[in-house]
């Protein structure tokens, strides 16, 4: 069973910061790609940012330059830092392991004043 546990989403104001954590149960993390969605109130569900096993990442036009990223093989964790925030970033963020139908619970994130 792969068990994927977001963590780290909240209420920031615009301009602000978070990072967003991904843990992954399971042996396979390593050799797999993992991607970051989010789905705002509304619109459909949309690839955020992803990355290789060995650590090449990939972003969506919207947040480059402000959206990290990384992962730590030995921790089992994909994270995605959040910079600059957006009123429009308001949205459930989700890992996924690329390729498969495993996803994991969602985070809420939040920019707001």
């Known amino acids: 069973q792969v068990q994927l546990v977001e963590s780290g989403g909240g209420l920031v104001q615009p301009g602000g910061s978070l990072r967003l954590s991904c843990a992954v149960a399971?042996?396979?993390?390593?050799?797999?790609?993992m991607a970051w969605y989010r789905q705002a109130p509304g619109k459909q569900r949309e690839l955020v940012a992803s990355i290789t096993s060995g650590g090449s990442t990939n972003y969506a036009d919207s947040v480059k330059g402000r959206f990290t990223c990384s992962r730590d093989n030995a921790k089992n964790t994909v994270y995605l830092q959040m910079n600059s925030l957006k009123p429009e970033d308001t949205a459930v963020y989700y890992c996924k392991v690329v390729g498969t139908y495993f996803w994991g619970q969602g985070t809420q994130v939040t920019v707001s004043s």
């Open positions: 399971g042996s396979f993390f390593s050799l797999r790609a």
